[in-house]
Antibody, heavy 114, light 107 residues
Framework: QVQLKESGPVLVQASETLSLTCTVS????????VIWVRQPPGKGLEWMGIIWRNGNTDYNSALKSRLSINRDTSKSQVFLKMNSLQTDDTAIYYC????????WGQGVMVTVSS | DIQMTQSPSSMSASLGDRVTITCQASQDIGNNLIWFQQKPGKSPRRMIY???NLANGVPSRFSGSRSGSDYSLTIISLESEDMADYHCLQYKQYPLTFGSGTKLEIK
């Protein structure tokens, strides 16, 4: 069955770089894109970016200068890297299957400490 | 970017009530809208896609509709398990954009 699972550090220092991994199963990254979404505590959802099935990427313009999304299709993994973290980057980070957004990971809560 | 204006931001309703949540799109998005339900501590769950299509496993008391640039999620008879946050998302154009969310509470 289709599954996505986020992993990465739960505490990051301000000004450092966040690295998260989304490991997928039940579908191929060459057939579906993967989207990253985040949600600050008590707030709404924010679309961060997508890696398309062909490997191309699109980013939220507000994050574009700090964000990169890559993948390793052989490992069924998608990687998010975001630098120059600030405390307002504290959020739950989700990955979800592109196109349909019908399957989501459980999310990883990342706290940025000053 | 397309703006999605969602209302109300919160509401309280009684069991059995009919509940409607609305999103208004700032530009034409056709029917490219998804409604999500999100319970505390959980990931979003897709409830409605392409504005009016019920996702697999979603109870039939949920429905989606469109009138021009206004999109609605309706629960025809509220049940206790429907207490959650609800979010709309337009996927007509990138960047994808969410509404600000509606917190639905049970009286």
């Amino acid at each position: 069955q289709v599954q996505l699972k986020e992993s990465g550090p739960v505490l990051v220092q301000a000004s450092e770089t966040l690295s998260l991994t989304c490991t997928v199963s039940g579908f191929s990254l060459t057939n579906y894109g993967v989207i990253w979404v985040r949600q600050p505590p008590g707030k709404g959802l924010e679309w961060m970016g997508i890696i398309w099935r062909n490997g191309n990427t699109d980013y939220n313009s507000a994050l574009k200068s700090r964000l990169s999304i890559n993948r390793d299709t052989s490992k069924s993994q998608v990687f998010l890297k975001m630098n120059s973290l600030q405390t307002d980057d504290t959020a739950i980070y989700y990955c979800t299957r592109g196109g349909s957004l019908d399957y989501w990971g459980q999310g990883v809560m990342v706290t940025v400490s000053s | 970017d397309i703006q999605m204006t969602q209302s109300p931001s919160s509401m309280s309703a009684s069991l059995g009530d009919r509940v409607t949540i609305t999103c208004q799109a700032s530009q034409d998005i056709g029917n490219n809208l998804i409604w999500f339900q999100q319970k505390p501590g959980k990931s979003p769950r897709r409830m409605i896609y392409y504005a009016t299509n019920l996702a697999n496993g979603v109870p039939s008391r949920f429905s989606g509709s469109r009138s021009g640039s206004d999109y609605s999620l309706t629960i025809i008879s509220l049940e206790s398990e429907d207490m959650a946050d609800y979010h709309c998302l337009q996927y007509k154009q990138y960047p994808l954009t969410f509404g600000s969310g509606t917190k639905l509470e049970i009286k």
